[in-house]
């Protein structure tokens, strides 16, 4: 049996703990057997809602032992994983202090806010000799992994243009406005842009450099519309564009557009088509099952077998976070082009 402790029960943390009581009910050995929050409120069930519905406000809290404080959980509990769901800042410290108590962990995105933070994540795996990995859950996405495989399969041929899209509320849902601020959040681009960097880089390795214009509009943040230009050898033409100021009765949305020399595929409105040149437009049949619970599941099943993690490498997602802050660079100097090392 897998021992679980979970970190941070905010809306990424409930939805975690969510997919891990899925688990052991279906039979899987692992189970949560302690929660840490600094915020007494959400042992209380009160709880604020995030920007998609997959988080439970309505979990019985009763059965995990209860820590406000970090350190002495980890003295107190004995574990195999511990899962981090905490504001970005926090990410670095607390992964590097479990893995040299020999425990695994599944930290959430982003890594981390700066590279070498990543890098002393890394290191502290290293040492440990204990499995790392970063919930870039686009990864884990049903829609995203088939368009995953239609490129690397070529089946459609080379890629000529992709865009992909996200946006939504401003995310006022968290605990003194983290998410929000830059200094705990890295803004826009470090927590919600992140997903469709990693997603670029996923598919089509480091750019050679990028061109990103952004703007700040939520008090205290930064970067939150955000449009990227990313270049590569092959002169195929890949942007991004993320805006969490969208007002309203917006909600969220996440979408791309791939073009192939021989189809594309369009993910809009949760629905994903698949375009071939000669044939009929056809929507595949994907998993039903969400992406957090796959990236749950994948890593405890790594650790089970032993086998090396693969899907988002600790080195991988580090380079995603070098993506993030060359958009930054180029963001904060009107858009100049910036060569990613």
């Not at 009910?25 to 995030?50: M, R």
């Not at 059965?63 to 504001?87: A, C, R, T, W």
């Not at 599941?297 to 991988?316: L, V």
Request: overall charge negative; hydrophobic content about 40%.
């Amino acid at each position: 049996m897998l021992k679980v402790g979970l970190v941070g029960l905010g809306f990424m943390g409930r939805t975690h703990l969510t997919n891990y009581k899925r688990l052991e009910a279906e039979g899987f050995p692992i189970q949560v057997t302690a929660i840490c929050d600094t915020d007494e409120q959400k042992f209380q069930g009160i709880f604020t809602p995030g920007n998609i519905a997959s988080a439970g406000s309505d979990l019985d809290l009763s059965g995990y032992k209860q820590y406000h404080n970090f350190d002495q959980m980890l003295e107190n509990e004995q574990f195999d994983i511990v899962d981090i769901s905490m504001p970005t800042h926090l990410h670095a410290e607390m992964t590097v202090k479990a893995m040299d108590r020999g425990i695994h962990v599944l930290c959430e995105k982003p890594m981390a806010l700066h590279t070498d933070e990543g890098q002393h994540m890394i290191e502290a795996a290293l040492r440990s000799g204990k499995k790392l990995m970063i919930a870039q859950v686009l990864r884990f996405w049903p829609e995203y992994e088939y368009l995953k495989e239609t490129v690397d399969s070529g089946r459609y041929g080379s890629v000529l243009s992709a865009h992909f899209f996200r946006g939504g509320h401003p995310p006022k849902w968290t605990f003194n406005d983290w998410m929000v601020r830059k200094e705990t959040s890295g803004g826009g681009l470090f927590d919600l842009h992140i997903h469709d960097i990693d997603m670029i880089n996923w598919l089509f390795g480091k750019p050679q450099s990028v061109s990103t214009f952004a703007r700040d509009v939520l008090p205290g943040s930064s970067f939150d519309i955000i449009s990227t230009n990313y270049s590569y050898p092959d002169r195929k033409i890949v942007s991004s564009q993320c805006d969490r100021a969208l007002t309203g009765d917006f909600g969220f949305e996440m979408s791309f557009r791939v073009n192939f020399e021989k189809g594309n595929l369009i993910y809009e409105k949760r629905v994903l088509r698949d375009n071939p040149m000669d044939g009929k437009s056809f929507v595949p049949e994907l998993s039903a099952d969400s992406g957090y619970y796959r990236e749950i599941k994948y890593f405890a099943e790594a650790i089970m077998q032993n086998r090396p993690i693969e899907r988002a490498t600790p080195y991988d997602t580090l380079a995603t976070l070098t993506i993030a802050e060359a958009e930054a660079r180029s963001a904060l100097s009107g858009g100049v082009l910036v060569d990613i090392a």
